[in-house]
């Protein structure tokens, strides 16, 4: 008999990887992916603790899912809770406690042994919070024409504001023939498009297949020749990791897409160096220079954090002044708030909630004028758009351009999965929407 999954996704790119993963890992058991909790045999929340207050999130959602579980029982049936993810890695046997109708916690390196976990819950709660010797994911098997893949894991960097090496452990990179190898299954099942995930992921450093070591640039040029990649991404990057062989990918690999998310945080050295970013404004921005001599139309997306501890009104003006010479295609940005555990949480000078809130929205006002202003300098040109789905109207299809803007056009559902060049003819906040160009007889 089918039994019913139900995974609920917090946070980024690496975790809705990690779900689409346990799914596949789970199938061969019976499970079946659910729309909701409300009658699934198998709930898992996978936990992302960049969340603000991540921890209580977590469980005031268990408390809704307790309810769930309740009516399960009195109608004879059983629900299997699950915490996964980030939150779970930090807060370990603390979950199992307080909510003792869990009945399993697992980290974000656990989570391919689930099949043993689920069996396990049967007789006992289980916790497992390890860090593996070696990590070795297993293929994704239903990409998608957009496909993820894992190349490097964990992080050594310790940003004094991140809880990302505490949770996800040390650096690991995996050997280049797997990727080379999963790449190909994921090309072979019909993917076009490949975005390479890694927490600090062009710190990658992976045995290459001759015996030696691959940095990401050389990983990409490798990738780059599997018949039927067209695109390739990759995320998150660190701005003390883009070295001249990922530079030269961005130049000499046109399936390396032009549109890179590189956070840099805070404009400010002095911020920067309580951060322990290991960088200054400087070099970041010099780092923008060559990439943009490598490849002149390279959009660029970064991350920033307002109102970290000690920042002053002239450290915030470093941000916003950076900013307006870089120029940003799209950006996150949010106030800082302590995670409990890292060291800026107990700095002493917290800054007050109502400078940060005053900040955190003349950035946004900024970095919104930014995104609007790129978005709008394609409407009349012509983009190349990889169609992934049906758009929310009927007859409509949605995909991405090299520059990762969602782009709606009208096109029959048989386009899914093509490269279609794509007339832009209106520019919205988050989206662009268009016409299909007239060459679009061209598949690309
Ligand atoms: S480089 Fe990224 S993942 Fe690593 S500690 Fe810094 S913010 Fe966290």
């Not at 000690?310 to 915030?316: K, L, M, R, V, Y």
């Not at 009927?394 to 386009?415: C, D, I, N, T, W």
Request: charged share 20%.
């Amino acid at each position: 008999m089918t039994k019913r999954l139900f995974i609920k996704t917090y946070g980024c790119q690496m975790n809705v990887y990690d779900s689409a993963r346990m799914a596949d890992l789970m199938a061969p058991f019976g499970y079946a992916v659910a729309a909701g909790p409300e009658d699934a045999d198998l709930v898992i929340l996978n936990t992302c603790h960049i969340r603000e207050k991540a921890a209580e999130k977590t469980f005031s959602e268990l408390g809704t899912i307790r309810r769930y579980q309740r009516a399960r029982e009195r109608e004879g049936g059983r629900m299997i809770v699950a915490v996964g993810g980030c939150v779970a890695q930090a807060e370990g046997a603390e979950i199992l406690e307080r909510a003792p109708f869990v009945d399993i916690v697992f980290g974000p390196q656990a989570y391919h042994r689930l099949p043993e976990m689920v069996a396990r819950a049967a007789a006992e709660q289980v916790l497992d919070t390890s860090f593996p010797a070696e990590y070795l994911p297993e293929t994704f098997a239903a990409p998608g024409f957009s496909a993820f893949l894992t190349v490097q894991e964990g992080c050594d960097k310790f940003c004094t504001f991140c809880v990302v090496p505490y949770t996800r452990g040390a650096e690991y990179s995996r050997p280049a023939a797997k990727i080379i190898a999963e790449a190909g299954q994921l090309a072979a099942a019909g993917a076009r498009e490949i975005t390479l995930l890694g927490q600090n992921v062009n710190a990658y450093h992976g045995a290459s297949p001759e015996g030696g070591v691959w940095g990401l640039g050389e990983l990409i040029g490798a990738l780059a020749g599997i018949p039927g990649i067209a695109r390739l991404r990759y995320t998150t990057s660190h701005p003390c990791d883009v070295d001249d062989a990922l530079i030269a990918a961005h130049r000499d690999v046109p399936a390396l897409m032009p549109f890179l998310h590189l956070p840099v945080q805070s404009g400010s050295d002095r911020v920067l160096a309580a951060m322990n970013r290991r960088h200054t404004a400087g070099q970041y921005r010099r780092t923008v220079e060559r990439l943009r001599r490598a490849r002149s139309d390279i959009a660029l997306s970064s991350d920033f954090i307002v109102g970290f501890p000690g920042e002053s009104e002239a450290d915030f003006r470093a941000t916003t002044d950076l900013v307006r010479d870089i120029g940003y295609a799209q950006a996150f940005s949010f106030k800082y708030s302590p995670r409990p555990g890292t060291p800026a949480a107990s700095a002493p000078v917290q800054i007050p909630e109502p400078a940060k809130a005053e900040r955190l929205a003349i950035l946004q006002a900024l970095l919104h004028e930014q995104q609007r202003a790129f978005n709008q300098s394609y409407v009349g040109e012509v983009l190349p758009v990889l169609f992934e789905k049906p758009g929310r109207h009927p007859g409509q299809l949605v995909g991405r351009s090299p520059y990762l803007q969602s782009v709606h056009a009208e096109a029959g559902a048989e386009r899914i999965g093509e490269i279609v060049p794509v007339t832009i003819r209106a520019a919205l906040p988050n989206s662009l929407a268009g016409e299909i160009a007239p060459r679009a007889e061209h598949r690309a």
